[in-house]
């Protein structure tokens, strides 16, 4: 079946851009996760959601980071006023949840964004 | 929160050798240990898993061990092959039924298996 898919795969973005980052999690996952992966490095945590509600997001570096999952389906990640520092690979990853004990996360292929 | 160290960085092996990765986590709370393999530009994916309540799984070439006293799992790979060849990602959660927690990740490893 489909796994979980990024749009776009690439951004060049201009320092002071805003930008959109896209995911469509596995159908009937009720978990998604975001991620940032800076260049040679693990994956670091961003933001949570279970469905529509946004459990966590302790993990969003500043107030210029802001997540949403109206529908309990598809998320985006939205970066205002993009910063050079914000370069790195966005992953989304999601989880079946709910009532099956099933810990494991899927993830996109991610998209790299590069801020210029 | 919780802290992930992954070592060594960088692993090279011959072809058919074994190969061990090692990491320690912080927090005695941690109860999932994932490990994930990625190839240069494309998505982690899974490999290997395990849970608190379980000291080794193996699958084929592929085993991790658990210590839960010393807070520290590591896999193994036996019988290396040029496609082995990738970085490799430790990670532990706090996962629970309908919680599920996130992952937090080690620095990784990068394998090179020379043919």
Known sequence: GAGVSQSPRYKVAKRGQDVALRCDPISGHVSLFWYQQALGQGPEFLTYFQNEAQL???????????????????????????????????????????QEVSYEQYFGPGTRLTVT | ??????????????????????????????????????????????????????????????????????????LHITETQPEDSAVYFCAASMGHRYNFNKFYFGSGTKLNVKP
Do not use: M
């Not at chain 1, 997001?57 to 109206?70: I, T, V, W």
């Not at chain 2, 074994?18 to 190839?39: G, H, L, R």
């Open chain 2, 1 to 74: 929160g919780e802290n992930v160290e992954q070592h060594p960085s960088t692993l090279s092996v011959q072809e058919g050798d074994s190969a061990v990765i090692k990491c320690t986590y912080s927090d005695s709370a941690s109860n999932y240990f994932p490990w994930y393999k990625q190839e240069l530009g494309k998505r982690p994916q899974l490999i290997i898993d395990i849970r608190s309540n379980v000291g080794e799984k193996k699958d084929q070439r592929i085993a991790v061990t658990l210590n839960k006293t010393a807070k520290h799992f590591s």
């Open chain 1, 56 to 98: 966590d997001k302790s993990g969003l570096p500043s107030d210029r980071f802001f997540a949403e999952r109206p529908e309990g389906s598809v998320s985006t990640l939205k970066i205002q006023r993009t910063q050079q520092e914000d370069s790195a690979v966005y992953l989304c990853a999601s989880s079946l949840g709910g």
